[in-house]
């Protein structure tokens, strides 16, 4: 596992970056088409793949960042990591994904995972008001996990009729065998997180040393963003195969586990405080905003009983909300407009 705090040269962190980024492309299509053909095989809700094996399994490198993180008493590193994520996958992730393909989104995502996220973003806010996270909160956030995790997968296997139409129930992936399915999956998904660590490794570095920037902006720009690559390359490569509950299922569950396990486990590891007010003023309400912007661009107002659809105008108003978001945070976390 890579140290944050652990030097390395900017040539080794240029080959990290160039190499983790073509493992990053190779391992997303392996996954991809290994968790396509189990949700086949199995009979089990592409969403739920998409939430429980994609969204968590990618999530892997937010995890390790926020504990190792909080264990080092770097508090707003962990919780910027695991916030900046939540942004990151609806702002831009969502946003590319849309523009490849548009996504066909299914009524229980915009009556129950919103409302469910939207929850989730008020009780984060509620536990970090004060500037203290204690292990108490992190055990909460860990219960609430327990909890919403299972009811959720529940609904949306009772929800089956409630197909977002032929294309995403009849992806194009080819043909896979379930033995080799559990190898694409298995070799992906570790190639995947372990190509991410060497990415984040490199950048964060080259942040710390070369740009000199906070951990608060590390934690939100660089190591946000590139703990959430296996997430965007398994987006991107779901998206072109039109697995569109891939890539819902996959931002749903990875914002869900950023922000109660992610969060919990490093609470409950390390209960850290003193971080930036900026977290509860600015980034969860952001969170809040793109949230609600899903429920805006995928449900369906013409026809609200069916399935909605998110086209390439949504995304690329995400992209323009994340590039203002960067924009307002780069200000504030340089003081121009003051602490």
Request: charged residues 10%.
């Amino acid at each position: 596992m890579f140290d944050l705090n652990q030097n390395i040269p900017l040539l080794l962190s240029l080959v990290f970056i160039v190499g983790g980024l073509l493992a990053l492309s190779w391992s997303a299509d392996r996954f991809v088409d290994g968790a396509g053909a189990l949700a086949r095989a199995f009979g089990v809700s592409p969403l739920i793949v998409g939430m429980v094996i994609i969204g968590f399994g990618t999530s892997a490198p937010e995890l390790v960042v926020s504990v190792l993180s909080a264990i080092g008493n770097h508090s707003n590193l962990s919780l910027g990591n695991a916030y900046g994520s939540c942004i990151f996958n609806i702002a831009a992730i969502l946003g590319v994904a849309a523009l490849i393909r548009p996504l066909a989104v299914k009524r229980s995502v915009t009556l129950l995972a919103v409302p469910l996220l939207l929850g989730v973003t008020a009780v984060s806010c509620f536990l970090v008001w004060d500037g203290q996270f204690e292990r108490s909160n992190g055990l909460l956030l860990l219960g609430l996990f327990a909890v919403a995790m299972p009811f959720y997968c529940w609904f949306d296997q009772r929800a089956k009729d409630d197909a977002p139409g032929k294309a995403a129930a009849e992806p194009s992936a080819p043909g896979i065998a379930p033995c080799r399915a559990w190898v694409y999956l298995a070799v992906g998904l570790v190639v995947l997180v372990g190509s991410s660590h060497v990415l984040v490794w490199g950048c964060v570095d080259f942040a710390r040393d070369v740009l000199h920037v906070s951990d608060l902006m590390i934690g939100l720009t660089v190591v946000a963003m590139g703990t959430s690559l296996p997430e965007l390359a398994s987006a991107v490569a779901s998206a072109r195969k039109g697995e569109h509950e891939f890539v819902i299922g996959n931002i749903v569950g990875s914002n869900l586990f950023n922000c109660l396990a992610v969060v919990g486990v490093a609470g409950s590891i390390s209960p850290f405080g003193g971080f930036s007010g900026f977290i509860v003023t600015r980034d969860l309400p952001v969170i809040a905003l793109l949230t609600v912007s899903v429920f805006a661009f995928g449900f369906n107002w013409r026809r609200p009983s069916e399935p909605g659809r998110i086209g390439r105008v949504s995304g690329v108003l995400w992209i323009l909300a994340f590039a203002a978001y960067l924009g307002v945070m780069i200000v504030q976390e340089t003081g121009c407009l003051g602490k």
